[in-house]
Every structure is written in structure tokens, then in C-alpha cells.
């Protein structure tokens, strides 16, 4: 397909998302722009940019004057994209959703596993979701199968002992 | 530290576990054994092991060979092993660890990133949680911070049109 | 009776569908169409066609033309149905709609019988809900029975060994 | 593989079922038995001998009897099964265990279109999920995937006018 | 008390139901009108009645139009009546409402009694919920108190043995 | 059938229930005594003798001296059952088991129906679910085909005005 | 404090309520009368009073008269005060108001306490809450400190023999 | 009846209670006594007695040795009574029990009246659940109808200003 | 960062909030306030302030007056928060914002030790949610890593001995 | 009271907690040790040392050494200690015990007002719950009144930008 595969917002979903996200999928769709080619203009990962037009991450003003530009849609439209984000509100958990339920159940199934294995390698304490990036790529293998390749790069914090 | 940290089984959560669970992380915690030290003997991933611990992935034939081998067991002890699990039973959801509670947030907070990100890259689908892997590696940066990379790798999977 | 018997949208579901379900159900309604009717229009399987209606399943570029044909209705319309579908939030889980809560309660009841048969039949893995199609149909019995014949058909995804 | 793949019953699971689930598993591994095999032997589908394994379906005398001989256990032994089933326990809903909760979610995703399909080819009404049977098939395609074909057959109830 | 008694519908309930709803109690209410009454100009039982009411029961074409007749409503504000009900709304579950909490408790407390009475009297098997009816009387004993008498009628289906 | 069909209690219910559940569903098997035949020995209705046996109807002296003779069991161990019961813990809610899901169904889809009619009928109040009896009938009509009618009668308790 | 502390409605709250309640409060505030004032002049209880305003207790029309005087609003205003409430539904369950969570509690705490006390005083029932009453009142002891005395005053309903 | 009626434990909430719960009671009925008469040979209210029995009241030096006294059994065995009691999990809530169910629907109906009549009459704060006491009276009125009277009273928390 | 950081209010929260949330937080925005700012301003805490914005707690006349006066906006706007705060309703729990989400998990590791050692410190008891205040600091240490040192101040109330 | 008060284990919370933790409040008691002076014993706060009875924080090879000291248990008992916490399942969430309740309902009440002060203060992050630590003291004011001062410190996380 020639013309980019493009990420809309589903009507139903506009109430539970801060008020500029709507204005800012449909500038996005206008403009006919990935979240990689949006990443690339104002220099963040292609997951954090769908972050914010989430209200799941906050945006710098230079996000905002970055975004203005590319999406042209003057910037006082989305400065309370500046504020700081009221997270984990875009979805019902358990996901609904099969591709964000896949995920879920990927915690669900190998969870312990995680834990025991960085336990083992790092001691006792947690990978923070906060120091905390992620990307997501695609492999094609020989056989011209398509891979998603998810990679969360957390910080380890170590429990305090007091 | 000289010897190897190792994750062993809380007392209370055997119940929820099948019966070969305890002797199994027993046997290992005798051996003095961690996860990615089994994982070389027998060929197999570091989280597929701890995942066949918790009754969250099958074992064939041969890795029961091998298990009984390195952790000085009868294979006989583990044969329900290569029984077909029945997964997601380990723990609640949502998570009440912090370590697993945080890969859950992962998914409360970018789940739909993820989804618009993979939509953009692949198509209307999922990435399989069935066809997949994941493997959990330590990198320690210029200032010594330990960093906590966790790769998860799956077959995409487009919805089919009928 | 000699008109077609046709499903509409009951007004208070309208909130958790997309935008675009309610004018396409009036149309639908409009035209006294079936889904059986439209889907031998557009090619697709009657199912899928409902779960279009219902924001469940994407539509093609040639979906939407064809809808708009046989609708009569300006396809710029349905152009968010080519979107990517948030699926899974059509109606409350448990089902409290007894057509809806039969099917679950079949999974509730059989689940772990259709899972011993497929592992025995197919080893350790799924049946696929994404690489999927299923049909209606009806059967009349020689007493005149109605029955209804509903058929899943999915994948078979071995779990990887990794 | 020569031998078959035969399921058991996670030892953590016992609790949830009637006292003679365990034996009857344990009775069917040793004699190496699948239940398309067993239902054979006593004229029975196979979905139906799994559940009845699972406490889901009563058994009649003559099946206890064959029961007896093919597990060559005592029908004394299961003379529970000819009880009436209190049906509904054998796992948690939602589904954790993955292959069990790809069929709550296509009743999730699909509910409203099988309701629908239902409505527009019977009327108002429901598909029964008592005056019900059904089975699991293999179907291999010409490159060699292999498909589940699950037929769910109820008989359709009218909502009665009163 | 000369006039009716008449129910009417809580304004806070109104975005449950469907649309017709709230016009077909203020019509009713303004005709004052019990469901007695309508149920007889309409050759419906009483519960049925306010099952359409409620949209919880399919009107047929000679409903509507004897509904528009005595309510003196034109046929056409009811039309969507006659479509397939989509049940199960009403109302939350557990129920708040205390008369209708206590039906809830009679299940809660008596269910495996009756299920236990059935079994005996009927084998294995439900009555049915859909090829069903119910009435709502009044008796007065010698002491002048007031009992309520609910009548739920419902075919016996056994289950099917498969 | 010439020998009656007998309810008896599955092993896995025996945590939720009273200790002396068990042995009385124990002795009226061995005796083969329906709980129609214990309720015209003892004087009570079927319905209610159920309820004791299920620990949720209090047994009085004259009760458990008849159970203990028709069951050939010394008093002795039943007089648990002239303590206060401890109701409402039989089985969970929602109910899985489907007869009793279809008692708990009616009262989701016709409860606010019920109360319509119920507060035309008699004002505002509830119909005591304590002040309360119940029975269950079988009706075979002229087709052959089998109905089970269950009546509820409860006390008219109108709301104090205060 | 010279003028009456007076209970407000919360702008947010009024969605759950009938639509009266808002006016209702509005014009309390309006004229500065608490809820005693109001049951003083219309001869019913404070608590009656707050329950009328919050939809959970039916007005007569005697009540919706004196209302009608004292709060100077015609009484066509609230007329659908005289209907049957739809109770239950002011707020959540469990409560989130650190008020109404206290009487949880002592219910969550002391609630098998008062069945026991109860049971021995009364024998087998409940404390109707429908033939039902309720006052609060301050006492101040000697000390100075204030108290809170509810009174809960309901029939007692033996569970009926049958 | 001449012998007083006494509460007993349910053998199945055993599990939930601390380990002392189920002798006292046993002790209790052997010597039957109601909790009233306990209540005045330690010298303490009826209610709190019982709360002790359930584990929801610390027990002083004095109560255990007056308990001791008076069920004839060694205080050793109630030394546990005289530790920080583990509140709330005597019972589930919502309450099954009808009873208690009572109780917590007073609290769902008329929760925010008593928040509203105690704020006007007290100003911004809560009923102390602590810094509380409460009993149960028996009420007989002219026509020989029972009456529970239940009495909270906590003390007056105002909310600190800050 | 010279200007202060500003927390706002995200669009999606304004509905679960009274009226007044939303005004006054566009004007503390517009006046560029911290809560800090504020607080000085009108003589209460900074987390006190913040409270009174989300509908946590009352304003006295004098707040509304210096609230007023320092957001420049008439106090006829505000005069709602001099009402009694229908207190719990600002955010699901459990929590979904990873801030609030992390003040949760300390009750939920922390909450027995916490138990356990204010009995040891104070008896049997509680800390008081309504005599209480709280504040939250900012510590740097020798590093020059943040730390924040949140303060909980309670009345502890001792149970009443009954 | 010349002796200490001291927290011990409630019988029906040992099936949550890990095997260790029994036999050290045994201990505990035994010595009649508070916290507090085990804390001093080995050098760790009281809040910790309470975790670790519970489970909820890892003890070094140190503390178990000393633990075994002060309690005069062989240190073998405790090696568990060691090994890596499953935390959170020492209690339910919501708390159902009173204490814990009232933090909970902290965190309810002022959660958005502790994250609105944090980010004004701090900028767009969390407290860490993991680089944590915590005190419990007592404060006298003058007029003799007891307070708790609870002190939450914990490591300032940004979200990375990415």
C-alpha cells in the first residue's frame, strides 16, 4: 500500500482521553503522518509520541512548538499537553482490547517468570515503568514472517533496606 | 557477591502451583542452581525455564531428561511436566508483586501506544502471545546504573478477513 | 412473514460504538437489508459483516465502497470503519444478554473439555481468535426442529518452544 | 510421535472438581487412552466424555459401566458421575489459561454479531446452550496448516409470548 | 385509593433503556393506565407488558399498534418495539433496589434447593428461561394480610446427551 | 425409571456448607429417599427440606427427630441443624450452575417488571423474601412436553412512613 | 454559628439521583432550612426528609403539598416525588464518603455480632428494613464532647415454617 | 421455649475466624449461656461480648479470666483473645446473610441522609466507628409486634482544619 | 525553570468532580499559583489547598474570601465549597496513575507493619483519616538526589472498650 | 502496663504469610520483644523488621544471624528470610481491617492532591515505593492527646523522556 497505514481514534473512546487528543488524531490523519514519522521530526520515540497524543506522557514546549509545526495546528491548541499527565486511564484492564490482552496476558503467564529471573540477576528490588523507555520493531525472518519485537529498557531499582 | 542469588518458591503460593513445582525449585536451590545456569545445560531460554517451574510452559521429553540430570532428581518426579500446562493460574491479576505490578502499568499505560504503533507498522492484528519469546538481559550504563532490557518477540498475527 | 427480519441497534449501546454503527444499522434499516443480503453483496461472510456494524472487524477500501452502494449512503461516511477497530467493548463481559450469555456460558462449562480434546488432538497451543472465521447457519430437524449450527474456525498456534 | 498426546489434570486444579475426576484422569493416562478413544469405546462424543471427566456432564449406568471396563477400574468407583453435575466450577471466568480465553473472546468480539445473524435467520430468541452438543475437528489446508473447526449445534429456543 | 396506582420511570434510569421507554411511561401515566389494564387492551400478560415497557420483551405489529391505540401515542414512536430486545440492562446486578434484591436473595438462598427439587422431579436439565412465563397476583388471607404470589413458568429442557 | 431420581451433593460444595450437610445427603441416598418423600414424612415442604440439607433452613426438635428416623441416623449428629443458620453461602452469585442461572437471569431481565406490577398492585414495599414459602410443580400439557412451575409467596411489607 | 449548617446537593452527584432532587436542594438552600426544619413542618423525620430528597422514600401527596409551602416552589415541580423510588442508587457501595464508610464498617465488623444477639433474642429472622425507622440525635457529655446516636428501629420477621 | 436459644458457629466459617472462635462457642453452648448473660458476669455490653467470640473485640486480662470462669474452661486457651484483634473478615461483603444483608441495604439506602441530617446537626466530620459502643433491644408494642432497636453511638470527628 | 510548575485539571476528570474544580484550577493556571503560593495566601496547607480544588474539603468563609481575592475571581463562583465535600469520588481505586498507584502499594506491603507497630506503640486502635493533617517535602541529599518525605499525622483513637 | 504490648499473628492470616512467619511472632512473643526493640537488636527500623515477619522485605544473611540471637531460634527456621519477598498478599485490598483502612482511604481522599503538590514541587514523576522507607511515631501534645506521625520518604523518579 502506497499511503501510510494510519492510527485513528475511536469515537467511543474520546471521553476517557484529555481533551486535546481527539484534535491531535485528526490533524494526524489529515496530514496522512505515522507516529515514526512524527518521532522523527520532533526527535522521541515513535511509542512516546502515541504516549502523548494518549495523555499517557507529558510533552515539552518544544514537543508542542514541534507538533504545531508538523500537524499545523497552532500550538495553543494543545499546551495542556504541558501539564502533567492523570495516567493509566485510556483503557479497561483486563484489556478488552486483543492485541493490548495479548500483552496483558504475556504479564499473566510469564510474570513470575520475570520476577524470578531478574531476582536472579539483579538482586531484590523492580525494573521502574517511570525511568522507563520502550520500542517497538518488525522482523522479517526468512520465511518473509512478520516478528513484533517489543523492547522495555527499565531502570533497576534495588529495594532500600532501613 | 560469590555465590549466585537464587530465586526460590514462597511457601504460600504452592497451591496454586502443580505438585512438581516445589520439589523442582527445591532440587534447584540444593544445586545451587539459577535459572540461566539450567537454561545452558538443557538448551532452552532462561525465562522458559523458570516459565516450566511455575507450570507455565511444557517440558518435552528431553528436558525432563536433562532437569532430573543437572538437579539429581528421577525424571519420574517431573513427568507431569510434559503434561499440557494450564497457564495463568501463578499469580493475581491485577499483579500484587511490585515487580510484575510494574510490567502490568507497562501495559495499562502504553497499551494503546503500542497498538497504534504496531497498527502503523503491520496492519490490523495482534502480536501473538502463543508464537513467542522473551528474554531478560542486564546492561549496565557509563555510570554504572544496572538497566533492565526485557525483550518480548512474537509472530504477528494479522486478523483474518472472511 | 414476507419482510426480511432485521437486526437494529438498540439506542442505549449507541455510547460504546464507534460513531459510524448507528447511521449504518439505520441505512440498513432503511433498505431492508440482511446482513446475509449485504454480505453476498460486499463478498464477506454475514458475521463479519455484523462485525463491521458493531466497530469488530476492519473494512477494506472496497468494503466501504460496496457499502455505500448498496446502503446508499455517501461512503466518506464509513471511512473511519477502514480505521484500525478498538475491539472487545460492544457489550458488558459477563454477558448479561441471554442470546449473548448461552455462548458464554458454553465457554464456561466446556472450556477445559475443547481444551483437553485440542491438546490431545493438536498438542500444546491455541486455537486462534485472529486468524478466524466462523458462520450461522440453520439446520430444521425432520420434526421441524430449528437448530442453530454456529462454526469457529481458527489457527492452530503450537506454543514456541524457546 | 507414536503414543498419544493425552491430557491429565493439574494436580492444583483437584480441589475445583468432583472426587472422581482425579482417578478417572489418572485411569485414563495409565491405560494411554485419548477420549476420542474412550468415546468410542462408549458411544459418546468426545467433547462430552471430557466433560464428564470434568464434572460438567452426568454419565449414564451403561456409560459408568464402559467407563468401568475400558479404564478397567471398578464402576463403583464412579458411581458419582451418574449424579446431577453441578456444572460451572472447572475454571475461573474470565479465562486465564490462554486457549480457553480465545473462545471468551470471540464471544466478547462477536457476541453482538452472533446475535444478530441469529435474530435476522430465527427471530427473537436464543440458541440453546442445554439441547446442545458439539465437536472439535482437524482440518489440514493444502499448506499444511492445521485448523480447529469447532461446530456449536443448539437447538433455538423463540422467546415465548405471554 | 379512587386512581390508580401507577408505576412511572426513575429519570436517572432513562439512558439504560431504549428510547421508547420514558415516552411509553409518561403516555401511560398521562392515560393513567396500570399494566393490568394495558395488558388486557392488548391481550398480553401484565409482566409482559411492562417487559416492553422496560425493553426487555418483543412487541409484535399488533402490540404496537394496539398500544398506540390506548395510549393514544402514534404507532410510529414505537416502532423500534418490534425490533430484537437487546435484555439484561435494566437494571445493576446484585440488584440495589430492595424489591428486587429480594427475588435476588430468594436464588441466593434457595437455588441449589430448587435445582435439588428439579433434579428429582425432572432429571437432569434447567427450565427454561426463554420459552417462559410469569404472573404476579395478589392474595389476601383471613387476617386481612396481603401476599404476593409470583408464578415462573418454564418448559423443562433436559440436557442433551451427546 | 423405577427407582426415584436422587440429588445428592457434590464433593467439591462440601467446604461452603455446614458439617452436617454431608451425612445427610449421605443417608438419603442410602436410603433412596427424594426430598418430596422426607417433606411428607416430616411435615414440611419439599423446597423447605431441601433448604435444611443445604444449611439454609433452620431444622426445628421435631424436624430433625423425624429426619433422624426416616434416615435411620442417631439425632445426635444433626442438631447443628436447630442453631441459627448461617444463609446465603451455598453456591456463589452470579451463579454458574445453569438452572440456577436461569432463576438469577429472570430476575435480571424481568426484575424491574416485577416491581412495576408489584407497586401498581399492592404500593410501595417489597414481597418478604422471610415471611416467605415456595414449591416447585411439574405441569406435562397436552403435547407431552413437561413445565416446571415455581411459586413464590411472600408477605406484602410496605415501607414505613417515618 | 447563627445560620443553619445546611446539607447541599454535589453538583456531581446529580446524575445518579431523580431529576427533582437538585431543585429540591436548590430551593432548601434557598430558604435556609435544614432537614429538621422541614420534618417539623410537614410531620415526618429528619431522616424520612433527607431520604424524599435523595429519591429513596416516596412523598404522599400531603407531603409534596407541604413541601410545595415551605419551600415556596409549585408543587407540579415534584410530583414525581408521589412516585415508587428506584432505591439504592445514591452512591456507591462500598461507600467512598468517609461518613457513610464508618456504618459499613460497624456493619462489616459488628454484623455477625448482631445476628448472634439477634438470634438469641428473637429467634430466626431479621430486623426488617422496610417496616423500618431511623432517628439521629447529639448528645454532649459532660466533657463537652459531642455524639452521634443512631437509632435503627425495625420489625423483627421470623423466617416462616413451611 | 424454657432453654435459651443460643448462637452457635457455623462450621464453615471456621477458616475466616482466629483459632479461639470455635471453642468459646462450643463452650458456650455447653453451658448455655446467651450472650447476655455472659455479658453481665464480665461486666461488659452484649455486643461487644459477641464481637470478642468473632474475633472483632480485644479481650482484657480480666475478660479473659471472667470468660474463663464462667465457660468452665482453662483461660489459657483465650490468651490469644487479649492480642490486637484482626478486624473485618468475619463475613463477606456485600453480606450474603440476610440479616446482616439488612443492615448494609440501610446503609446503601439511607447513607447519605444520615451524612446529610449529621452534617447540618454536627457540622463537616464523621461518626466515630472507634470510639463507639452499641446494643440491641427488643420492643413490644400494644399489638405484641417485636422490634429490634439498634443503637450506634460514636463520638463526633470533626474534620481538621489544616 | 524560571515560572512554577502548575498542576491542572485533565478535561476527562471534570465530570467525577463538583462544579468548582474545574474553574478554580483555569484560574490559579491563568494567575500562575502553585498550591504552595496559595496556601501562604489563605493560611492553610499546601496539600490542604489542593484538597479543597478536588473536592476533598471545606472551605471556610474566610477561604473563599482570600481564594477569592488571590484568583482575582468573584466568590459568588465558589460559594459551593463552603458545602459539606461528598468526600472519595476524585479517582478510581484501586489507583491507575502510577504516582497515586505507589501511595497505595505502601498500604498494601506496608499495612500489617504499620498495624502492628502503632498497637505495640498505642494499643488497640486506629489512626484517625479526620483528625489529621498532612504535608509533603522536598529533601535533597548530600548526592543531590530528590527526595520526597510525605507526613501522615493522625489522632490515635484507642476502640472503645464497650 | 509494665509489660509491653506486642503484635502477634492472627491464626486465619497464616496460609497468606510465608512458612517463617508463624514461628517468628511465636518467638517474638516468647521473648516479649516489640518491634521496636528488635529493630534496635539489629540495626534495622521497626517498620522493616516488621515487613519481614509479614514477608514483605528481604532479610540479609546478618539480620537472620541476629534474629536468631535475640529470639534464640536456631537461625536454620528463618534461611527462607533470605530469599526473595512475594509481597503484597499479607491482606486484602480494599483493607477490610480498620487501621489499614484508614490509610487506604487517605490515599483515596487526598491521593490527587499529594500527586498535584508532588508535581509542583518535583515536576512529572513519583515517589518511588521501592527506594522507600518509613517510620511510625508517637507524638504527646499538651493536653495529652496521642498522635501518629507516619513518615513515607521516598527517592523523587522522573519519567524518562524518550
Chains 1, 2, 3, 4, 5, 6, 7, 8, 9, 10 share one sequence.
Not at 475511536?10 to 503522518?33: E, H, I, T
Not at 522523527?40 to 511509542?47: D, L, P
Not at 494543545?78 to 484489556?95: I, K, L, N, S, T
Request: proline letters at 7%; aromatic letters at 12%.
Amino acid at each position: 500500500m502506497a499511503q501510510p497505514r494510519l492510527a485513528s481514534l475511536d469515537s467511543s473512546m474520546v471521553d476517557r482521553l484529555p481533551a486535546y487528543s481527539q484534535p491531535l488524531f485528526v490533524a494526524k490523519s489529515k496530514k496522512g503522518l505515522t507516529f515514526e514519522a512524527i518521532g522523527q521530526h520532533i526527535g522521541r520515540a515513535e511509542v512516546a509520541v502515541a504516549a502523548m497524543f494518549y495523555g499517557q506522557a507529558q510533552a515539552s514546549p518544544e514537543d508542542v512548538e514541534k507538533l504545531s509545526e508538523i500537524l499545523e495546528v497552532p500550538k495553543e491548541n494543545f499546551e495542556a499537553m504541558m501539564g502533567f499527565p492523570d495516567r493509566g486511564r485510556a483503557g479497561p484492564m483486563p484489556p478488552v482490547e486483543p492485541l493490548i490482552y495479548r500483552l496483558y496476558e504475556i504479564v499473566q503467564n510469564y510474570g513470575y517468570s520475570f520476577k524470578a529471573v531478574m531476582n536472579e540477576k539483579f538482586g531484590d528490588g523492580i525494573m521502574s515503568a517511570i525511568c522507563f523507555n520502550s520500542k517497538v520493531e518488525k522482523e522479517v525472518d526468512q520465511a518473509g514472517t512478520e516478528w513484533v519485537v517489543i523492547t522495555l529498557k527499565g531502570k533497576w531499582l534495588p529495594f532500600s533496606r532501613f
